[in-house]
């Protein structure tokens, strides 16, 4: 069936709206510079105190197996967390904490990165310098939704692929 995304999202947030102030170390604080490629990147983060990331974490709470979104600059990047370290974002990030009984998480990144919502992303995303997909437009964003066996033997079959490609660029 055909589905917005805030309809399978449980929480459709993005990062504090405010620059923190930053310290030396601490706890991990999140900007769309820190994901590319698919993957978080920490080797140049910013940090905030514990106790500034307890508060924003009231509000947006990144945890293992939620989808981030790029949704400031270079928009439509979407990551899956794949760690337990904690962290907080800034607002150019939209966290996706989806209904699990419902999708895959690594089939909603497939379709995050498909040429269906990448186009959606494109008409969407406002603003001339610093463009911007506001989270209304993320969560009105229209994908289809098949059973949770067929997303699994779905993404299964991207793998496959992924994999010929990635034997395919060694030779």
Same mark, same amino acid.
């Given at each position: 069936?055909? &589905?917005?995304?805030?309809?399978? @999202?449980?929480?459709?947030? %993005?990062?504090?709206?405010? #620059?923190?102030?930053? #310290?030396?170390? +601490?706890?991990?604080?999140?900007?769309? /510079?820190?994901?590319?490629? +698919?993957?978080?990147?920490?080797d140049n983060v910013k940090?905030? #105190?514990?106790?500034?990331?307890?508060?924003?974490?009231?509000?947006?709470?990144?945890?293992?197996?939620? &989808?981030?979104? #790029?949704?400031?600059?270079?928009? +439509?990047?979407?990551?899956?967390?794949?760690?337990?370290?904690?962290?907080?974002?800034? &607002?150019?990030?939209?966290?996706? =904490?989806?209904?699990?009984?419902?999708?895959?998480?690594?089939?909603?990144?497939?379709?995050?990165?498909?040429?269906?919502? /990448?186009?959606? @992303?494109?008409?969407?995303? /406002? +603003?001339v310098g610093n463009k911007?997909?506001?989270?209304? %437009?993320?969560?009105?964003?229209?994908?289809?939704?098949?059973?949770?066996?067929?997303?699994?033997?779905?993404?299964?079959?991207?793998?496959?692929?992924?994999?010929? @490609? %990635? /034997?395919? =660029?060694?030779?």
């Amino acid at each position: 069936m055909w &589905v917005r995304l805030g309809e399978i @999202c449980e929480k459709l947030t %993005d990062g504090s709206h405010i #620059t923190p102030k930053y #310290t030396n170390n +601490g706890v991990p604080f999140l900007s769309v /510079k820190d994901i590319s490629n +698919g993957f978080i990147c920490f080797d140049n983060v910013k940090f905030i #105190t514990n106790k500034e990331h307890n508060e924003l974490y009231k509000r947006c709470n990144p945890e293992k197996g939620d &989808v981030l979104l #790029t949704k400031v600059g270079t928009t +439509g990047i979407p990551v899956l967390i794949d760690t337990d370290i904690q962290f907080s974002l800034f &607002v150019s990030i939209a966290l996706l =904490k989806i209904f699990n009984k419902q999708v895959n998480n690594k089939f909603l990144i497939s379709l995050l990165q498909s040429p269906f919502v /990448k186009k959606q @992303c494109k008409n969407e995303t /406002k +603003g001339v310098g610093n463009k911007n997909w506001v989270i209304r %437009d993320i969560a009105n964003t229209l994908i289809p939704l098949p059973p949770l066996n067929e997303q699994k033997r779905i993404q299964a079959y991207i793998n496959s692929f992924l994999s010929i @490609c %990635d /034997k395919l =660029k060694n030779i």
